[in-house]
């Protein structure tokens, strides 16, 4: 996959597991058959965006293009309903409106180092971070 071409990056599969041993996922709505993170799932077909994510306790790895504001606003407003926890990794955009709209309404976490994102042979050329709404 030329990463130059495409907003999709793969999450590392420790960084999930690690994570999901904490927060015990149910629900990745922005995902493929083939990336799927959690048993339910949505794919670009379903449209994770006009979904309920309601109770759920959510991973979310957008695509990190012009639609990762849409992805960052319904994560946090899906975190308002009851029940229901949000966890993205995002790529470290301190600078970005969305950052600044939404992302400090949450907790955040800058992950060290640049991760390897799916099969790459090479660091992203960016940093990442956790962003957690809701419960």
């Excluded at 907790?107 to 957690?132: C, H, W």
Aim: hydrophobic share 30%.
């Amino acid at each position: 996959m030329d990463k130059a071409k495409t907003s999709v990056w793969a999450t590392p599969q420790k960084l999930f597991d690690d994570l999901d041993a904490k927060h015990h996922f149910t629900l990745d709505p922005c995902a493929t058959a083939e990336n799927a993170k959690c048993r339910k799932y949505y794919t670009e077909q379903d449209n994770g965006l006009s979904q309920n994510w309601g109770g759920e306790t959510v991973f979310c790895n957008p695509p990190y293009g012009r639609e990762i504001r849409e992805w960052v606003k319904k994560a946090y407003e899906e975190s308002k309903k009851p029940g229901t926890k949000v966890v993205l990794l995002l790529p470290s955009r301190t600078d970005a409106g969305w950052f600044h709209d939404y992302c400090m309404q949450g907790k955040i976490e800058f992950l060290r180092g640049r991760l390897k994102y799916g099969d790459a042979k090479e660091n992203a050329p960016f940093p990442s971070m956790l962003v957690t709404f809701g419960e």
